[in-house]
């Protein structure tokens, strides 16, 4: 299983940046978590837009989804240049039903749902959610091919649900969008520290921080979260690779 960090910024990308994206690859298969902007034209420095097999959506804020009208596009040229004509499928959740239904496009996109309560199978994958804490529908996800584990928070205050959800993880992704000495439960999200916390708990073995703020020094980020973390703690980065064999 190897996962490289496409974008990382929370809310917009910083030049030449992207907002929140990671590629995850099982042999010849290609996941995309969420979409956010800017992340189809950093996605093609890894590998070509009709190599990937699905997309797997945490919720439809812009900064995780802005790129699913481009890629759409992108796939229905395709089909016409490269004789790309299967459907890539775009999961998402539907309690935001508008936004779910954009999913599909022509030929080129498929929108399916998946059950927050339920297990979901794509290729070598299969992923857990878990509802997060934020101003609209979101769900962390767990996903392993059978041998390693990675758990993505997405979007979220800390909720102690997330020490079970993450137990025992060899890569925890976990939004970073305040410091220590701030608060973000109202915005709904977390500091380096609240993250360490559930990694340490959790007994997980590389902490990634992402969803990364624009303002300050993001090495206390990583500083503060060494506090309470024992274990690595990485700051994303674009190309950033982990690979677990």
């Not at 959740?93 to 239904?101: G, I, W, Y």
């Amino acid at each position: 299983m190897k996962l490289r960090v496409i974008g990382f910024w929370g809310g917009f990308p910083a030049v030449n940046e992207a907002t929140s994206g990671y590629l995850l690859e099982e042999g010849n298969y290609r996941m995309l978590i969420d979409c956010g902007s800017a992340v189809l034209s950093k996605l093609q420095e890894t590998i070509a837009i009709e190599e990937l097999d699905s997309v797997i959506l945490s919720h439809y804020h812009h900064d995780h989804i802005a790129d699913i009208g481009p890629l759409q596009f992108a796939r229905h040229v395709l089909s016409f240049i490269k004789e790309v004509r299967t459907p890539l499928p775009i999961y998402g959740h539907t309690l935001d039903r508008n936004a779910f239904d954009k999913l599909t496009y022509k030929e080129a996109t498929k929108g399916l749902k998946y059950e927050p309560n339920e297990s979901l199978t794509l290729g070598p994958f299969t992923i857990t959610f878990l509802k997060t804490i934020h101003p609209v529908p979101c769900f962390a996800m767990r996903i392993t091919n059978g041998h390693s584990t990675v758990v993505y928070t997405a979007d979220s205050s800390y909720q102690d649900e997330f020490i079970t959800f993450s137990k025992g993880a060899d890569l925890l992704i976990s939004e970073s969008s305040f410091y220590s000495n701030q608060d973000g439960t109202n915005a709904g999200h977390m500091t380096s520290v609240e993250a360490a916390n559930i990694a340490e708990k959790a007994g997980v073995k590389h902490l990634l921080l992402t969803h990364l703020p624009h303002y300050g020094d993001h090495e206390m980020l990583v500083k503060d979260a060494k506090d309470y973390f024992k274990g690595q703690v990485t700051l994303a980065r674009t190309g950033f690779e982990w690979c677990e064999l």
